[in-house]
């Protein structure tokens, strides 16, 4: 089973940027999957903001194009999540998993958005 590790969450204001991470257990199940990040708020369901395939193509929730940018680094089992521009609607946990047969989900990281 692969571990999940999601990092680099904060409080910013309005307008700022912050980088998360998503570091993985396993080597050769994470890079041969695509991964998104996704985020939840209290009281709605877990939204799926960006992906990328095992070969770098990215997609975006039209909430977040031009805003977020979602980038891999297989040599480090990692994901990257760049949010620039950030909106006090972005406030949300925020976790990252393959798109389907999910693995166990990790602890997240929380990131703030004040106006």
């Known amino acids: 089973q692969v571990q999940l590790v999601e990092s680099g969450g904060g409080l910013v204001q309005a307008g700022g940027s912050l980088r998360l991470s998503c570091a993985a257990s396993r080597s050769t199940t994470f890079s041969d999957n695509a991964i998104g990040w996704y985020r939840q708020v209290p009281g709605k369901q877990r939204e799926l903001v960006a992906r990328?395939?095992?070969?770098?193509?990215?997609t975006y929730a039209d909430s977040v194009k031009g805003r977020f940018a979602i980038s891999r680094d297989n040599a480090k089992n990692t994901v990257f999540l760049q949010m620039n521009s950030l909106k006090p609607e972005d406030t949300a946990v925020y976790y990252c998993?393959?798109?389907?047969?999910?693995?166990?989900w990790g602890q997240g990281t929380q990131v703030t958005v004040s106006s």
């Open positions: 998993n393959k798109l389907f047969a999910l693995w166990s």
């Open positions: 990328i395939s095992s070969g770098g193509t990215t």
